[in-house]
Every structure is written in structure tokens, then in C-alpha cells.
């Protein structure tokens, strides 16, 4: 199935949780979806008959400018029947929050506890949301725009960017 | 040893025992076996057939409580500062440090982005030898390690340490 052919299959689905379809600009053709819906539609991706999308390649957060919103971008592909889709969800910088997938994809958990640990985006439903690579005590969410890095960390300088 | 020179039969040397201590001492830099990035494989490298550290007696340990010399081969975190802090205060004395590489010496290409990278390892722990390179080739460590042999030859042991 082609990409085009799958966001029309989850436009007659979802309604208005599917909305919109980018091709231009973009590297791979991406699904933007409903944050809060992500689960679902994650869900039927794996389990209708016809898409079978059972592996979750990658699962990454992005931030473009201090001034937008965050965003998710999910990677699956289906192993069985060889077609691939992206699907990206944005989320506002005052309260990020994504419905988490780590219950319907493994793969998810950890991914899902990176993007937690470097944007700070709350994956609701994630059975152990903490810091993967930071210390727990670290402050800040490093790979935001608008994050201003320590001058110190348990008493070990950090050095000012000058 | 000016008078008792050849006044014994052969195969008895006189010494002193400062000198026997420290040759013995830098004819077994027995390093503690970490690696924290690519340094690491170079490390190891230095180790194996190839250039075969055991000629100078520098065998890796898995415990600090068995090494003399910590190499801290690659970027030091600041996750991982800690840990190497704590890593090198388990070591028996005399212990010492070589920092193998830029990361080690001082940030590296962290220098200007690395919010999460110590920008030196001498920041927590006192350094013996800077081996510069990125990575440095197994020559410059072996270099390293005799730049350190070199230092241990010259350390008083029991001679009263000059003030």
C-alpha cells in the first residue's frame, strides 16, 4: 500500500483525528495525526488485516524553533507486507503531552523515555516514564531550543558557551 | 656504589632500595580496564598482538583495587565523572592517571556544545601524563605509559620527600 492509499485509509477511520498529509518538504511522506489519538490509530495500524504495521522502527521528539510546538515522529513499517508510513504529532511547550504506544510497541518504551529525558514530552500511559540518559537530578530538558545550559552540575564546572 | 662494586660474586647487584622499589613498580603498570569512547579501541589496540603492552609489563585489571594506573580513555560525562571519581578513590596507593585524549584533556569537540561533558578530566582527578591526539594511535599511549615509567624511576619512596 502506498502512502497516499494508507492516510486515505485513516482519514475514513478517524475523521478529524487524521489531519493532514505532507508530502513536500518532507523526507519521508508523514501522517500528521491527533496527539491524543496516537494510540489508537497506532493500534489499528498493527492490527487491521491490511496494513499490519508490526515493528516501530524509530520514535524520535523534535523541537524547530522556541517559538512552535514540539513534535513526535513515529517511523513503522510493516515486516509482512513491505510499505512503510511516518506519523508525527505535535503537542503545545506549556503542557507536552502524547498518548504513549509502549504497551502496543516495545520499542516505544525506550525511545519514548529519551524523548522524555531530552524535551521533557510527558508520554501518558508509559508504564516507567524516568531519565534514560541524564542523571535523575539533572534540570532541564538538554535538546530544547530554549534550553540554557548549567553553569555548574554537582560541583563540576560546565564551561559557558562564549 | 663506588666501594662495594665488584666486591661480591656475580649475580648480586647493589641497589638502592628507592631505585629497586621504583624499577619494580614501572616494569608493572598493571592499568585499570575501562574505556569510555573510541580511545578505548585504541586502548585496546595498544594491548593486543600488535603492540602488546605486556612488554612493559602494563597488563589490564577488571578492579581498581588491583590497579596502579587509570587510563580514562574518551569523554568523561558528567554522568560518568562521577563514577570515575569514585572509580579512581577505590584504587590502592600509589595509583595514577593518564588521560588519553582530547575529551580527557579537555572537552574535546564537547568544548563548545557539550552541556553534558566534563571538560577535562583533571577537573575531578589529579593527572599524571596528557596524551594528546583524537584519537591517540597506540604509539602515543605506549609513549604515555613510558613517559609514566619515567616518572615512577624518579619518585622517592622511603627517601624523605622534599617540602
Known amino acids: 500500500m502506498t502512502e497516499q492509499e494508507i492516510y486515505a485509509n485513516l482519514s475514513r ?3 478529524d483525528k487524521v489531519i493532514e498529509f505532507m508530502e513536500e518538504g ?3 511522506p508523514t501522517v500528521v495525526v491527533d496527539a491524543g489519538a496516537i494510540a489508537k490509530i497506532v493500534t489499528y495500524l498493527k492490527d487491521d488485516e491490511k496494513l499490519q504495521f508490526d515493528s516501530l522502527m524509530n520514535l524520535a521528539g523534535h523541537d524547530a524553533d522556541v517559538e512552535t510546538e514540539f513534535s513526535v515522529i513515529y517511523h513503522l513499517v510493516s515486516t509482512e507486507l513491505k510499505h512503510y508510513i511516518t506519523l508525527k504529532v505535535f503537542t503545545s511547550r506549556d ?3 502524547v498518548a504513549s504506544i509502549a504497551n502496543i510497541h516495545r520499542t516505544a518504551d525506550w525511545h519514548e523515555r529519551e524523548t522524555f529525558d531530552l524535551y521533557g514530552i510527558n508520554f501518558e500511559g508509559h508504564p516507567d516514564l524516568k531519565r534514560i540518559l541524564m542523571e535523575d537530578d539533572w534540570e532541564g530538558y538538554p ?4 534550553y540554557v545550559p548549567a553553569e555548574f552540575y554537582r560541583g563540576m564546572r560546565i564551561e ?3 | 656504589m663506588g666501594a662495594l662494586n665488584h666486591k661480591f660474586n656475580e649475580n648480586i647487584l647493589i641497589t638502592s632500595l628507592d631505585k629497586l622499589l621504583n624499577w619494580s613498580r614501572s616494569g608493572s603498570e598493571w592499568y585499570f580496564q575501562f574505556g569510555l569512547a573510541c580511545c578505548a579501541i585504541e586502548m585496546m589496540s595498544a594491548a593486543a598482538a600488535r603492540h602488546d603492552l605486556e612488554r612493559f609489563g602494563a597488563m589490564p585489571r577488571s578492579s581498581p583495587r588491583q590497579a596502579d594506573v587509570m587510563i580514562v580513555a574518551g569523554t568523561v560525562t558528567l554522568k560518568m565523572a562521577t563514577r570515575v571519581k569514585r572509580l579512581y578513590e577505590q584504587m590502592a596507593e600509589p595509583k595514577y592517571v593518564i588521560s588519553m585524549g582530547s575529551c580527557a584533556n ?12 566534563l571538560k577535562g578530566v583533571d577537573q575531578i582527578i589529579p593527572v599524571d601524563v596528557y596524551i594528546p591526539g583524537c584519537p591517540p594511535r597506540p604509539e602515543a599511549l605506549i609513549e604515555g605509559l613510558m ?6 624511576r624518579e619518585e622517592p619512596v622511603l627517601a624523605k620527600k622534599e617540602d
Open chain 1, 26 to 28: 518532507t523526507h519521508n
Open chain 1, 13 to 15: 477511520k478517524f475523521g
Open chain 2, 106 to 117: 579537555s572537552g574535546g569537540p564537547y568544548w563548545q556544545h557539550g552541556y553534558h561533558v
Open chain 2, 147 to 152: 613517559h609514566l615509567q619515567k616518572k615512577m
Open chain 1, 143 to 146: 535538546l530544547r531550543k530554549d
Open chain 1, 95 to 97: 503542557e507536552p503531552k
Open chain 1, 160 to 162: 559557558k558557551v562564549k
